[in-house]
């Protein structure tokens, strides 16, 4: 089980974290952006390391950062910007309490690629069934 604590300082992080995209969506300032790496920084210091959750953070600050970029050419941040903006905190809200044990991962979305795997494996097995067979033929 959890340390509450954790649990609780862990949930405290998301919530600033998201506080903190809501004010880069909207305005774009280079202070919030500081403010958000000192904080995705912060949060990845209190957990065990994983590349999923790595992989989130440099997406969440990547876009984090065109939009900041957009706001200091004096452009209005692009629609497509912020959405990646908005994608990229909800993968990272997701995968953080899950690699921190706060929740359980989504079984469906693991029975899915479970099911591509075997996909995979049973493409590659008849594939190499039918090279047998022609193999066997060719020898005829």
């Known amino acids: 089980m959890t340390d509450t604590s954790f649990a609780e300082t862990i949930r405290e992080r998301i919530a600033a974290i998201e506080l903190v995209v809501d004010a ?7 202070t919030d952006l500081r403010d958000l790496r000192v904080l995705l920084i912060n949060t ?6 994983d590349p999923g959750v790595e992989a989130s953070i ?21 629609v497509r910007n912020v959405r990646c903006l908005r994608s990229a905190v909800v993968r990272f809200s997701e995968r ?19 099911e591509a795997a075997y996909a995979v494996q049973l493409e590659r097995s ?7 067979a022609d193999d066997v033929q ?3």
């Open 96 to 114: 953080v309490p899950v690699v921190a044990g706060l929740s359980e991962p989504n079984d469906s979305l693991r029975f899915r690629g479970l």
């Open 126 to 132: 008849s594939a190499a069934d039918d090279g047998e």
């Open 58 to 78: 440099d997406d969440l600050y990547a876009a984090a950062r065109a939009i900041v970029n957009d706001a200091m050419d004096g452009v209005h941040p692009v």
């Open 24 to 30: 880069i969506a909207g305005q774009g300032k280079e």
């Open 44 to 49: 990845m210091s209190l957990m065990r390391r």
């Open 138 to 140: 060719s020898a005829a």
